[in-house]
Nanobody
């Protein structure tokens, strides 16, 4: 079975940084992309960024550009999300997900495996 385990969330203040990690094991070796989504209370799950395992090409939502950086370590099957200049509106549960082929990068329905999520809280 595929497993994705996130870590690195926490409570910080506006302007602070956090680095999230997502360790993948099992069948996710065959995944094409890894993505990060977030979900705030009462809102739909939102795409944040995705990275392609093969060449590390990344795709960001506009609000993350310049503040967030996704990276991957193929040897460790781990994806990282460095989040800088955090804002209260970044507060959410952050999920990593693995996508094989087909479907929109930004659609949760395109992803085959999900982690349990990690809470990020940014206070003003």
């Amino acid at each position: 079975q595929a497993q994705l385990v996130e870590s690195g969330g926490g409570s910080v203040q506006t302007g602070d940084s956090l680095r999230l990690s997502c360790a993948a094991s099992g069948r996710t070796f065959s995944s094409d992309f890894m993505g990060w989504f977030r979900q705030a209370p009462g809102k739909e799950r939102e795409f944040v960024v995705a990275i392609r395992w093969s060449d590390a090409r990344a795709y960001y939502i506009d609000s993350a550009k310049g503040r967030f950086t996704i990276s991957r370590d193929n040897a460790k099957n781990t994806v990282y999300l460095q989040m800088n200049s955090l804002k209260p509106e970044d507060t959410a549960v952050y999920f990593c997900a693995a996508k094989r082929t087909g479907g929109l990068l930004s659609s949760p329905a395109s992803y085959d495996y999900w982690g349990q999520g990690t809470q990020v809280t940014v206070s003003s």
